[in-house]
């Protein structure tokens, strides 16, 4: 069965602060999808990226990053420069390709992410 | 594109009463879903759907139902509600599972007394 850990329940930090969420996957797939999404204060969920398990390249945006490691079954996420907008639950998810669990999204926990001014 | 709409955005029920939550989406998707969100739990998938005609359960399917009559919709019945089904419930689609992300409506906050 597929399992998304998220260990941090809560993470506080002072605006422009670097800040990273860390994600901890287990799958006995091959093929697998992890995604991130982002839940703000108004509760809808945003997209924010797809890594399948065959592209271990690490991945920039703005000041979003993501780290992708196979070894350790980890899909972290940084925020650099972090702003108070930035503030949210981040959620981490997994999806296999095959067998009786195609499609199925699995949710971590969540963190909640808080940034002061 | 209103992408994926869920009707009512808060419901309060009584114990043992049943209510349908809709949802509709505008964007062709084979694939559709309902979660429910808990303080501490992330999103749980109750059922989903692979294409009309065709559902399946989730990970807490009990207490729950849904039917895919057609690409667009995807209702979830509630048959006699229990506080336990106090929750936020998102539907979600996408073009097909597996690969493509899901767009998620803004879901429907249920408390049940």
């Known amino acids: 069965a597929q399992k998304v850990t998220q260990a941090q329940t809560e993470i506080s930090v002072v605006e422009k602060e670097d800040v990273t969420l860390d994600c901890v996957y287990e799958?006995?797939?091959?093929?697998?999808?992890l995604f991130w999404y982002k839940q703000p204060p108004s509760g809808e969920l945003v997209f924010l990226i797809r890594?399948?398990?065959?592209?271990?390249q690490n991945e920039i945006s703005g000041r979003y990053s993501w780290n992708f490691q196979k070894s350790t079954s980890s899909f972290n996420f940084t925020i650099t420069a972090s702003q108070v907008v930035d503030s949210a639950v981040y959620f981490c998810a997994l999806s296999e390709a095959g067998g009786t669990s195609y499609g199925k999204l699995t949710f971590g926990q969540g963190t909640i992410l808080t940034v002061h001014p | 594109n209103a992408g994926v709409t869920q009707t009512p955005k808060f419901q309060v029920l009584k114990t043992g009463q049943s209510m349908t939550l809709q949802c509709a989406q505008d964007m062709n998707h084979e694939y559709m879903s309902w979660y429910r969100q808990d303080p501490g739990m992330g999103l749980r998938l109750i059922h989903y759907?692979?294409?009309?005609?065709?559902?399946d359960q989730g990970e807490v399917p009990n207490g729950y139902n849904v039917s895919r009559s057609t690409t667009e919709d995807f209702p979830l019945r509630l048959l006699s509600a229990a506080p336990s089904q106090t929750s936020v419930y998102f539907c979600a689609s996408s073009q097909h599972g597996g690969y493509n992300e899901q767009f998620f409506g803004p879901g429907t906050r249920l408390t049940v007394l």
């Open positions: 799958t006995r797939d091959t093929t697998y999808y």
């Open positions: 890594r399948n398990s065959f592209d271990e």
């Open positions: 759907s692979v294409g009309a005609g065709i559902t």
